[in-house]
């Protein structure tokens, strides 16, 4: 092995899918910091001495500075991932090991922050899509039905290959998370708006180019539609400035949160869990983020 391979923290990120090797990375560097690297760089840091009682002091910091629950699973999940790795590479004891998976993220929940997209806010979105005569236009709209018409993922939705959708079907083969191999299906408005962005991808091919094998492309200023795949972060450019237009603040998981509350409403639980592919069907519930209205009218059916 070279010597960047013996490293616990590269073949811990090498194990992630590609969209989750950056976020990881950041939420590591930033946890080294915390423990007091902060000079030192971040693949030479000696990940095994770590002890538990420096995790613990970790997570007892993140909860003075505010950070929710889940962002402290988060940060003890990734060095908990490390060490894991270090325990795979005889860097440490099983009893090390055991110590470290013993310390618990901060306990609690908090409420959710995003928000439930009505089918008239998205039909607005598609209208300021169609009015924007750039090429942006019809990609962001085959982008926004996509995400909202089969809730899929960001990071699933930049990796799409042309292979992997069956238009006949209207279905899509993605790669979820844990590495799942996943289909999600959509419906036909949002494969319509997908079909036009492709045609219209094709027409500005020369005699003799290839299509690209992936959905979105990255588009630059001037209109230039590139070779490239679009990013993850693009896709909080177009849900940011889409929704300004509208007069709305959304971000890219608003639309698989209104995905998935709809299903729960116009269906029922079970059928949500199945389409959002969720193990835990609490997990699934806690995406229903119908508003505080509906809810409080809900309650006041309890007449006397």
Not at 11 to 20: E, H, I, N, V, W
Not at 61 to 75: F, K
Not at 188 to 207: C, G, I, N, S, V
């Amino acid at each position: 092995m070279t010597e960047s391979t013996r490293n616990p923290l590269t073949l811990y990120l090498t194990r992630l899918a590609p969209s989750s090797q950056l976020t990881m990375r950041y939420v590591l560097q930033d946890a080294a910091d915390r423990l007091g690297f902060e000079e030192v760089n971040l693949e030479d840091i000696p990940w095994h001495l770590l002890q538990p009682e420096q995790v613990m002091a970790l997570v007892a910091v993140l909860r003075e500075d505010g950070y929710a629950p889940n962002t402290s699973s988060l940060y003890v999940n990734a060095v908990r991932g490390v060490m894991n790795e270090a325990w795979r590479m005889s860097l440490i004891s099983q009893d090390h090991l055991l110590k470290m998976r013993s310390v618990k993220a901060a306990p609690g929940t908090r409420l959710s922050q995003g928000r439930n997209l009505r089918r008239s806010l998205i039909r607005e979105l598609m209208d300021v899509c169609a009015a924007d005569p750039r090429p942006q236009g019809l990609r962001d709209a085959a982008v926004i039905g996509i995400l909202y018409g089969s809730g899929m993922r960001k990071s699933e939705s930049v990796n799409l290959d042309l292979a992997q959708i069956n238009f006949d079907e209207r279905s899509l083969r993605v790669i979820g998370k844990g590495n799942k191999e996943l289909i999600k299906y959509a419906p036909a408005w949002a494969f319509a708006k997908l079909q036009a962005w492709l045609a219209f991808r094709r027409e500005q091919l020369k005699d003799g180019e290839q299509d690209d094998g992936f959905l979105f492309n990255r588009i630059r200023r001037g209109s230039h539609i590139t070779r490239e795949r679009i990013t993850k972060h693009a896709i909080y450019y177009i849900a940011r400035q889409r929704g300004q237009q509208v007069g709305v603040k959304i971000m890219p998981h608003d639309f698989r949160r209104s995905f998935i509350t709809r299903v729960i409403e116009e269906h029922d639980l079970s059928i949500a869990q199945k389409l959002a592919h969720h193990t835990n069907i609490q997990t699934t519930a806690s995406y229903d983020v119908r508003d505080d209205n509906e809810r409080r009218m809900a309650v006041d059916r309890f007449d006397l």
